[in-house]
């Protein structure tokens, strides 16, 4: 558990610092993926929708503290949609990949547009627009990411859960 | 009742109303919740710095090997460009010289002189796709606040700080569209507007310009530059020019499309300016 709490901190503060950095440079279509969010929804499809809401609210509020807008709003998006990924994929076989890019997608659309409404309250709206021009290719690009994210992460689990069934064997 | 307190809904929610509570006050008031920001930024920033540096000198060293034709090519265009512009620079510092005699003697009043200008280094960028806002290296240690300016030199206006935390601030630049700057179309018979950013042109680098006087002939080409109401920008910074002008369904409806002077993508460098006056600058009453 410890080590499992210290793996997310690094690798949170670690994503942030190149989400904030050299990603700028790697933008296709206007478009630089979230890894955030990426590593919300494989968090939750892997480990259940509780440990995707805990990991999707405290990503979520270093999100927040890094943007400098207002606190809360990436930490309530980051909560619910490690829930929703979660819970949808719930009685889905997880270590299949088609399975994995659907959430991942679907998921990323989902978030986006909530973000884009949530920050446009009281001007105009383009939700369509919005979508197309930025949500959409964005999923893509998370979906893309997805890949190699969840082919580490599955590594890492299953290695910890080894060390789990090892701890209670002795 | 410790059942339903442990309950997993229940843990759901309390945590959404506390969220809620923590957005409600953070939109409020800013500068309560500035300390927040602060666990993050502040041993975020060397990490930033270096990384950006890094990336910087990567990207450099990477292109030393394949621009060594061209930079060959370029440096002979470039010997003759310096020729040239030595020449012109000459006449420029007598020109400059005798500008300066008349201004001294009109007493005209320098419009950036209460002003103090710091320097500063972008060292990250928002971390999202909605927004244009990027992060510098100095913060209210430096003696940056809210609301500060922000510029390239004197002649592009970059936008200006929307959060300042001890070591690192937050810029919102000009094409965002929650940045509002009054403007003015500096030609015989310009009037005043707004620069705004727009969520379709910013992709491109461009902003729009709203709420063009009826009587104002706006073409392309024309240079809009800040015209010191509002109270955050000085006055007479170039903003860009205009290239396009848009016309919805009735005259009443139409606005410009500007291209700032300033590639927002190409920024390393900005200028942040800091009234050391104390006077507000012109125009501000008019808040």
């Known amino acids: 558990m410890k080590i499992r709490v210290i793996i997310y901190t690094v690798s949170i503060f670690i994503i942030l610092l190149f989400q904030t950095t050299w990603l700028e440079h790697i933008r296709i279509m206007g478009v630089k993926p979230n890894l955030i969010l990426v590593l919300v929804i494989l968090s939750a499809l892997i480990n259940g929708y509780t440990e995707g809401a805990v990991v999707g609210a405290f990503s979520g509020l270093a999100l927040d503290l890094v943007s400098g807008r207002t606190i809360g709003l990436y930490a309530l998006l980051g909560l619910y949609a490690g829930l929703l990924a979660g819970y949808a994929s719930r009685k889905l076989y997880k270590e299949n990949y088609l399975v994995m890019l659907f959430f991942v997608f679907f998921t990323s659309v989902l978030y986006e547009s909530a973000v884009y409404l949530l920050t446009s309250i009281g001007s105009e709206i383009h939700l369509l627009q919005a979508i197309a021009l930025k949500a959409f290719p964005e999923a893509v690009y998370n979906s893309a990411v997805a890949l190699i994210f969840y082919f580490i992460m599955i590594r890492i689990n299953r290695r910890l859960q080894g060390e789990i069934k090892l701890a209670r064997k002795y | ?287």
């Not at chain 2, 919740?33 to 710095?49: A, G, R």
């Open chain 2, 1 to 287: 009742m410790l059942r339903i307190i442990r309950s997993k809904p229940f843990i759901i929610i309390a945590v959404t109303v506390l969220l809620l509570v923590l957005l409600g006050i953070s939109g409020m008031n800013n500068s309560r919740l500035t300390w927040l920001n602060n666990i993050v930024s502040v041993p975020m920033k060397p990490l930033q710095s270096a990384v950006t540096s890094i990336g910087q000198s990567l990207k450099s060293g990477l292109s030393y090997f394949g621009d060594m034709d061209e930079v060959k090519t370029e440096n002979e265009v470039l010997k003759t460009r310096v020729a040239e512009l030595e020449k012109a620079n000459r006449e420029l510092v007598l020109l400059e010289e005798k500008n300066n005699e008349l201004r001294e003697a009109l007493n005209l009043k320098d419009e950036f002189g209460d002003y103090s200008i710091i320097g500063a280094n972008i060292i990250a960028v928002e971390p999202g796709n909605w927004f244009n806002v990027f992060t510098i290296d100095i913060g209210t240690r430096e003696g940056i606040e809210v609301d500060y300016p922000v510029v390239t030199g004197m002649k592009g206006l970059v936008g200006k700080i929307l959060t300042a935390d001890y070591t690192s601030s937050k810029v919102l630049t000009i094409i965002d569209e929650d940045s509002a700057a009054a403007a003015f179309i500096s030609k015989s018979g310009g009037g005043h507007a707004v620069v705004r950013g727009d969520i379709n042109l910013k992709e491109l680098g461009f902003c729009r310009l709203d709420f063009i006087p009826l009587d104002v002939d706006v073409e392309v080409g024309d240079n809009i530059e800040t015209s010191g109401l509002g109270g955050i920008f000085p006055k007479g910074i170039t903003i860009g020019k205009v290239i396009e002008v848009r016309k919805s369904s009735s005259e009443l409806n139409r606005y410009a499309v500007i291209e700032p002077t300033l590639d927002f993508k190409q920024l390393e460098e900005v200028y942040v300016l800091k009234n050391i006056s104390g006077n507000e600058p012109a125009g501000s009453v008019l808040k």
